[in-house]
Structures are given as structure tokens and as C-alpha cells.
């Protein structure tokens, strides 16, 4: 799972593309073992929201709504995602985990790469659909797209499924279907009555989990919310494929730990916006003073 902002014209605000890549209805294992083949669905979501944790888990709830349809049993969802502080790896993430997923019954699985950026299929599955656009603007076939609504419902009307002129292999080929939604930045976003989903730009304070930053596999099992799961690697023995992690058999090297991460408070939008105004202007205070250190440096060489 991946987002990316993609610049698709030059006047406006920027488009946020959030990318995941839905792996899902494998087949039996064949004798002798070896990959089975799989499902794989693009879902791409436009907005104007930048990427955060409530994104993240909008997305995550959508999904398993929408695959809940398809696959009446699920009951376990898997995500693999880089290390982003704000929007993945950190209390906000790890708060939503514990607590939405106990509502619809689901278990989430989270591991991380070691990168704080992974690149990887969902690169180009983000570069998709922008090329395609600017091609399209570019020989006079589209309009310029403005908005992240434009874009939504171009790709919607141009990309309704994958193409049938190549074969699309491997895992991470999209042998399943497009799906496109776009979410609201808000309350006051003016697409807010078309949009797929509204986001809460309420700031939500969690408890978070100690030494997250080098940890990198998290999950949300348990049935008493709001508890999250921790360890410092992901293993994939008999035991933790069934989420019976207390019977791993290297529970000694990857001991698992319990953090409860209630939600602390919720602040109000006008109380957000403060906040937010605050975080920029002690990050532009930063980035000062880091300059001002740099030229003191250079001054004396």
C-alpha cells in the first residue's frame, strides 16, 4: 500500500492518488508447493487530502466493505506499507488499527519495510493512470484536469478495466479489476455530495506504541480493543499464519508485545486547523535554525 501525489496540471491544487494493490482469492496449493495463483485488484483513491493515518484506514474500511461482498469468510486483512511516522507508523495508525477493526469483526495484520519510503509494483500502478491522462490532454482527447474529481471520473470513463491488449503477469500484475473511489477532503469540500467517502480532519490523539520506530510488525487480534500487538519482525511460521502467535515457534527471538492505544481525545476542526498552523510553523522554525547551523559550519571552513 502506497500514496503518492501526482501534479496533474499546472494551475490548482495537487491530486493525492492513494494506491493499494489487493491480493486476494488465492488457489489451492498445488502438490509440491510452490506460488499459487492469485487475484489482483488495483484500487486507486483521488482526493485533495494529503496522506494520514484516517486516510489510511478510510481506505482499509472501504476495502474490506467492498471484499466482505466477494469473500463472505474474511475475517483477516494483511498490510504491507513503508515506514511514513504520521500515516503509518505511528500513534495515529496503531489507534485506528485497535479499534474499527473489533466493530466488523476483522483481524489486521500490519508489516512494515525497513525503508521509510518502499518502492515497489505500486509505483507504477500510480503512474498509470497520470500518464494516461496527460497523453490524453496532450492530443486534445481531454480537457485539463483541474481537480481531483476530474481525475476521478476521467479514469473512471477512460480506465474502467485493465487492458486486454497484453497479458497482465506475476503477482503483481492486475488480473482482476479497477477500482476507483474518490473521498471528500472534508465537510466543506464542494465534491463532498459525489465523493465515495467523506475524511474526519478531526485530529485524533491515541496512546502510541513504545519503541514502534524499531518494530516492524504490528497487529490488531485481540478481541478486547483497544489493544495492538507489536514485535520486532514479521514471521510467517504455521502458528502466526493462524494468528496463534503465542505458539510461534520462535516466540523467543520474536517476543510479542500488548500496548493499549485508547483514544486519548478528539479535538474539534476549529482546534485541528490550530494545531496544524502550530506544527507548520515550529517545522519553518526548524528548518531555520538547521540552516542557520549550516552556514555557521560553512562560515568556518
Known amino acids: 500500500m502506497h500514496a503518492e501525489v501526482k501534479g496533474t496540471c499546472e494551475v490548482g491544487q495537487k491530486c493525492n492518488e492513494y494506491v493499494c494493490l489487493v491480493l486476494h482469492s488465492p488457489h489451492d496449493t498445488q502438490e509440491g508447493g510452490g506460488p499459487r495463483e492469485v487475484k489482483c485488484d488495483y484500487v486507486r483513491i483521488w482526493s485533495t487530502a494529503g496522506t494520514s493515518a484516517e486516510f489510511h484506514h478510510q481506505a482499509l474500511r472501504d476495502i474490506h466493505d467492498r471484499y466482505k461482498l466477494i ?6 486483512i494483511h498490510v504491507w506499507s513503508d515506514g511514513h511516522t504520521s500515516t503509518y507508523k505511528g500513534s495515529p495508525n496503531f489507534g485506528r488499527m485497535a479499534a474499527w477493526p473489533k466493530e466488523r469483526g476483522v483481524k489486521i ?8 519510503h518502499a518502492c515497489g509494483p505500486q509505483d507504477n500502478a500510480g503512474k498509470g493512470p497520470r500518464i494516461a491522462m496527460e497523453q490524453a490532454i496532450g492530443f486534445g482527447n481531454a480537457p485539463n484536469l483541474y481537480n481531483y474529481h476530474e481525475c476521478y471520473k476521467w479514469c473512471r470513463e477512460n480506465l474502467p478495466r485493465p487492458s486486454v491488449s497484453h497479458a497482465h503477469t506475476g503477482t503483481w500484475g492486475c488480473n482482476g479489476e479497477y477500482v476507483w473511489w474518490c473521498y471528500a477532503n472534508g465537510e466543506a469540500d464542494p465534491y463532498r455530495s459525489s465523493a465515495t467517502q467523506t475524511l ?15 518494530m516492524y510488525s504490528f497487529s490488531a487480534v485481540s478481541d478486547d480493543a483497544p ?4 514485535r520486532l519482525m514479521p514471521c510467517f511460521c504455521s502458528r502466526c499464519r493462524n494468528s496463534e502467535f503465542h505458539l510461534c515457534f520462535f516466540r523467543r ?6 500496548n493499549t492505544c485508547e483514544l ?3 479535538l474539534s476542526i476549529d482546534e ?3 494545531r496544524s498552523k502550530g506544527a507548520r510553523e515550529k517545522a519553518k522554525e526548524r528548518k531555520k535554525r ?12
Open 290 to 301: 538547521r540552516a542557520e547551523r549550516i552556514n555557521a559550519v560553512a562560515s568556518t571552513l
Open 200 to 214: 474526519d480532519l478531526r485530529h485524533k490523539d491515541y496512546r502510541g506504541v513504545p519503541g514502534s520506530s524499531c
Open 272 to 274: 485541528t486547523k490550530e
Open 109 to 116: 495484520i500490519q508489516n512494515f519495510f525497513v525503508e521509510y
Open 264 to 266: 486519548k481525545a478528539t
Open 227 to 230: 489493544l495492538v500487538k507489536s
Open 253 to 258: 527471538l520474536w517476543r510479542m508485545n500488548d
Open 71 to 76: 469473500l463472505p469468510d474474511l475475517d483477516e
